[in-house]
């Protein structure tokens, strides 16, 4: 998944939440980091996207 889809699905999952979910949102699942630092560590967005839907339960059709 490239950045920029990440992104969109983000905004268009929790709206102006978004960047503070990614900032402040710790996921056990990504080991204790956050969003920002697990793609700045390099884990795929596309995980990312998933650990913060399980995390979050985003309904699963919108995964």
Request: with cysteine; hydrophobic share 40%.
């Amino acid at each position: 998944m490239r950045l920029t889809e990440f992104s969109e699905l983000m905004t268009a999952e929790f709206g102006t939440s978004a960047d503070s979910l990614l900032a402040d949102h710790v996921l056990i699942e990504l080991d204790g980091r956050t969003g920002s630092q697990a793609i700045e560590d390099g884990v795929d967005p596309k995980q990312v996207w998933l650990a913060l839907c399980r995390d979050l339960d985003v309904p699963r059709q919108r995964w």
